[in-house]
């Protein structure tokens, strides 16, 4: 248990649907984060927040939409996602921005068909 | 932030100590080694980090050569849970872009009975 929690574990979401992965910590950190790992591939960053502000954006297709409500709650909203998209979704929180003690979730297996 | 080279894999004998070797050898002054691990279907861990002195926690200790170009990581009684992908980072802190945790290919550590 990191202490950084992402709802759902697995998803399986047509390329037409909308659905929304959720992450959420309570460890005081005001930095998050989403990275994606797909198969066989190094993790790849995709959005940094820090206070709440996006400070990061990785050249992310924007069929992917980030959300940050307050330091603890991170969504990333999907919409017409094609199936090479089908990934593990992680986030994660560090103290700030510029600390690289990041704790991460255990991720959103997503599944596009 | 400088590049890490790591053996894509090694196994060791649970109960025995693992050295994890990672190659920076263009690290720079101002640039920290740090180290995570991912265990299968996991979010990556945060296991330690240092500068230039060596450094010991709960999990590991870190071993970094006098001219930083290097650094071991050892598990002193590696048991079947430290099976896992073990990630030697390099990264310059203080910088307001982001959070950049570049994750490489990794050494996949196979602990065996």
């Known amino acids: 248990e990191t202490g950084v929690t992402q709802t759902p574990r697995h998803l399986v979401m047509g390329m037409t649907n909308k659905k929304s992965l959720k992450c959420e910590q309570h460890l005081g950190h005001n930095a998050m984060y989403w990275y994606k790992q797909s198969a066989k591939k190094p993790l790849e960053l995709m959005f940094v927040y820090n206070f709440k502000e996006q400070t990061e954006n990785n050249s992310v297709p924007s069929r992917f939409s980030p959300e940050c409500p307050n330091s603890s709650h991170l969504f990333l909203h999907l919409h017409t996602l094609q199936p090479e998209d089908s990934a593990l979704y992680l986030c994660a929180s560090s103290p700030d921005q510029d600390r690289a003690e990041a704790f991460f979730g255990q991720g959103t297996r997503l599944t596009v068909v | 932030d400088a590049k890490t080279t790591q053996p894509p894999s090694m196994d060791c004998a649970e109960g025995r100590a693992a050295n994890l070797p990672c190659n920076h050898s263009t690290i720079s002054g101002n640039e920290y080694v740090y180290w995570y691990r991912q265990i299968h279907s996991q979010g990556p861990q945060y296991i330690i980090h240092g500068l230039k002195n060596n450094e010991t926690n709960e999990m590991a200790s870190l071993i970094i050569t006098e001219d930083r170009k290097s650094s071991t990581l050892i598990l002193p009684h590696a048991t079947l849970r430290d099976t896992a992908v073990y990630y030697c980072?390099?990264?310059?802190?203080?910088?307001?872009?982001?959070?950049?945790?570049?994750f490489g290919g990794g050494t996949r550590v196979l602990v065996k009975p």
């Open positions: 980072i390099v990264r310059r802190l203080g910088e307001a872009a982001g959070n950049k945790l570049t």
